[in-house]
Nanobody, 126 residues
């Protein structure tokens, strides 16, 4: 069983930066895919960035490439999303999620594989 707790959201002006954190509370150190997703009002949830805790493979959505960076600290069981040059279109609720350990690294970008979700943190860019 894994519990995810996000933090770091807030309100910023366009061009500003935020760093989101996702702490995973688990008794297992099993390697897995985990990532960030976001949902804007009236829109479907979309994948933002993913990482595999084992081989460090990362993927970033084209819409945020060059502005967002995903990173992890395995010792702290924490996933980060550093967001620079934020735009109003980045506004939404950002969720952290993990996939079961049997999901291979090359499937980390498959949204349907993610089964455990955090409560979300609001990011507002004006």
């Amino acid at each position: 069983h894994v519990q995810l707790v996000e933090s770091g959201g807030g309100s910023v002006q366009a061009g500003g930066s935020l760093k989101l954190s996702c702490k995973a509370f688990t008794y297992s150190n099993t390697l897995h895919c985990w990532g960030w997703f976001r949902q804007a009002p009236g829109k479907e949830r979309e994948l933002v960035a993913t990482s595999h805790s084992g081989d460090g493979r990362t993927d970033i959505a084209d819409s945020v490439k060059g502005r967002f960076t995903i990173s992890q600290d395995n010792a702290k069981n924490t996933l980060y999303l550093t967001m620079d040059n934020l735009k109003p279109g980045d506004t939404g609720v950002y969720y952290c999620a993990t996939a079961p350990p049997q999901v291979p690294p090359w499937s980390c970008t498959t949204t349907s594989k993610y089964v455990t979700w955090g409560q979300g943190t609001q990011v507002t860019v004006s």
